[in-house]
């Protein structure tokens, strides 16, 4: 029986395995749904498809250089627990192994291709979650390459709860990149500089700090000083080389990279679980649910 596009839209829908692993289940069975489904659970595929539905909020973030090139990624977990897991680690390792080597252009391609193991990374995942028994997911990663006479700063904040990758510019001194990661970790700044803000959010932030300064009674002549002022603390929030050094608050972050000969190129900061919206169990309403039936 041919595999057609339906049969594994069919299966991947009973049984939530990805694509690749359902057109294999499908071909090595003849196209039969029941064997195919047989055929996952056997390979533990289908015993990781039930938890598709879970939240997986938790986990690690990882850097790993070699050479010019290094890589972040973040790998989550539904629990902090299996986050320490040895197993669960090693998984994380070798993704960002085989992330740095094949350089994917997407999470989506990543998924698909395949490992020294001879397996995709989605067929890999699958099999640490049949073993581990939680939902694991690869949520992002980010390549970044560099020259000779840069410095990858590495950085990994309570175990890699938080994750930082950046690149100076003008240093070969890792210590010096890395306190710059440090730096980030610690005041999560959205940008480099100012020259990386689009007009559109500092336009939007100048009419609201206005408004703002309209709102406080301020007399108009003084209102457009007042705001260029806050604006000016605006950049200071989100603008790395404006803000205060962590390791020496006397000394913004620009005037500590000069110092070193060094410029900012670019850093990627990951906090993990950021922006996933975690499920909030209520235990008493789902025990009253349970009684009512």
Partial sequence: ??????????????????????????????????KAIDFLREKGIAKAAKKADRIAAEGTTFTLSSGNEAVILEVNSETDFVAKNENFQKLVKELAEHL????????EAALTSTMPNGNT?????????????EKLSLRRFTILT???NDAFGEYLHMGGRIGV???????????????IALHAAALNPKYVSRDEVSAEETERERE??????????????????????????????ICIVDQAFVKNPDQKVR?????KGATIKTFVRYEVGEGIEKRQDNFAEEVMSQVKK
């Fill in 165 to 179: 990758l950046t690149v100076l510019e003008g240093t070969t001194d890792a210590s010096v990149a890395k306190d």
């Fill in 100 to 107: 740095l080597s094949q350089k994917p252009e997407s999470s």
């Fill in 1 to 34: 029986m041919a595999v057609t596009a339906q049969l594994v839209k069919e299966l991947r829908e009973k049984t939530g395995a990805g694509m690749m692993d359902c057109k294999k289940a499908l071909t090595e069975t003849g196209g039969d749904i029941d």
């Fill in 121 to 133: 990374v989605e067929a890999t995942i699958n099999s640490a979650i049949a073993t581990i028994g």
């Fill in 146 to 148: 560099k020259t000779d």
């Fill in 255 to 259: 005037q500590y990279v000069e110092s």
């Fill in 208 to 237: 609201v700090l206005t408004q703002q300064a309209l709102n406080e009674g301020k007399p108009e002549n003084i209102v457009a000083k007042m705001v260029e002022g806050r604006l000016s603390k605006f950049f200071e929030d």
